[in-house]
């Protein structure tokens, strides 16, 4: 830890040297095993994993045939993960640049504002999803047949893209100075003080948590409920009239692998945002004091849930993987064509001759 200090007060003085009468910035110097192995890898890896998992998702998306309304919702959270993956990938070649006014507004524009925004969009990406499938469930009849592919579509862009956008650019206007940047190390911080930050932090992501916790908590009553009826109407003795089931119940177990897709997701994203809101408030309220192995460890916590994504989708939804085979079969059409179509003739309708 103390070499890494060392490394980044340095590399300031390195970076804000004076040749003659004039200030000229220098080169990085050499990174070395350790911090390749702590800082490069690790951003490479997960970069490359989040762009491939959600480009592969919007393909995949794109092939799936007869979409329900509610994987328009999925589609912008793929997006949202996207921008994360980006995000996260510009820090690669950003982080060796010469310390220049523009440099810097770059790194703070895609390095911090566009990943916290992309946090911010995924959050209540899943938010919208827990939403409708409550919706689904508690209010079945009527939701069903309200919502259509267009409404979806309208409150995913709405909710993912529009509201965390006006809530994160007054607190980045606001705070801008409070964004720092390293350069050669890469390191960003991010933690401006005052109860207007801490409002505004809320605004953008913490506030949903709770909200997405009792939603899915609502829906897994609602499914305890509809298999209870199921289990006390298979008991029932022979003979016996049938138990009134709730047309929600019905609903229900049309569309409940729907569900399990949609929890997961929503779960995982729940799950992978804890650690790092939980640390952020310890510290901003000086009851611990982390060190930046530690801040960048739940920082990759919360990347998970935009490289785990696709696994999920195959895992629980039928029609994703039929979607998957489909893509699979066009690719290899494309790139490896059926070898008998080039080594039979062409076949005529024409008898042979003797």
Known sequence: MSHS???????????????????SPAPCPGITPAEWMEIQLPTIALSFTMITAQVFNLIIFALWRNKEPYIFLHICLAVASLL?????ASSIPLRFVARTPVNIFVNQLLGIALLLYAHSAS???NFAIS????LSVEFAIWY?????????LLVGIISTFVLPLVLAVPKFVVYWEDMT????????????KGIGAEISEAMIGPIYLPLLFLSQMRILVIATRHQLRRYQHAQRPAGVGPVAVLPVCLVVGIVWSSFLGSMAIVFLGLISHVPRYLQSMLVQHSIIRVSVSSGRLTLYITFIQHCASPVIYLFFWHNYRNAVLRFVRQLRAVV???????????????PKRR
């Open 123 to 125: 959050i209540l990406a």
């Open 131 to 134: 939403l409708d499938r409550w």
């Open 144 to 152: 069903r047949t309200t919502i259509s592919q267009r409404k979806a």
């Open 84 to 88: 994360a993956g980006l995000s996260v």
């Open 336 to 350: 490896a064509p059926h070898p008998g179509l080039a080594m039979h003739p062409i076949i005529s309708n024409q």
């Open 181 to 192: 940047w390293t350069p050669c190390t890469g390191l960003k911080h991010f933690s401006p």
């Open 5 to 23: 200090v060392i490394n980044t007060t340095a590399a300031i003085k390195f970076q804000n040297g004076t040749v003659g009468n004039r200030t």
